[in-house]
């Protein structure tokens, strides 16, 4: 395990949540570089982590403009993701990894019917 590659990938997923553009969607390239760096914690960190990945369904067509008349859509040829996964998937590794960090244990307890 290299520490130094687990601390630069953790400080290029910080930098990518704190620099990701406001708005509904993202653009492809910042999917990209959350994947390269979660393959790089899973490499240095020997956790199995797919599951944080943003899976193809969730990417899509980004529209140019569109006919209202005739419903026709025009697509750029480059993919987006809701800015809101992305957000949710990193945070989601940035959370794994301070759980992993700490020597706290998670517990889950069963509701009662009354607490549902």
Known sequence: MNQ???KQAYSRLLALK???PQGFEVDRTYVDEFHSVLDILQRESEQH????????????????S??????????T???????????????GVLGFFAL??????VEFKALSAGQI
């Open 77 to 91: 040829g480059r993919k987006e993701c809701r800015r809101a996964f992305l957000m949710m998937r990193i945070d």
């Open 100 to 105: 992993s960090d700490s020597k706290t244990t």
């Open 4 to 6: 130094t590659s687990i």
């Open 49 to 64: 982590l797919s599951a944080f990945r943003v899976p193809v369904s969730e990417m899509m067509k980004q529209s140019s």
């Open 66 to 75: 569109g006919n209202d008349i005739s419903g026709k859509v025009y697509y």
């Open 18 to 20: 704190d620099n990701l």
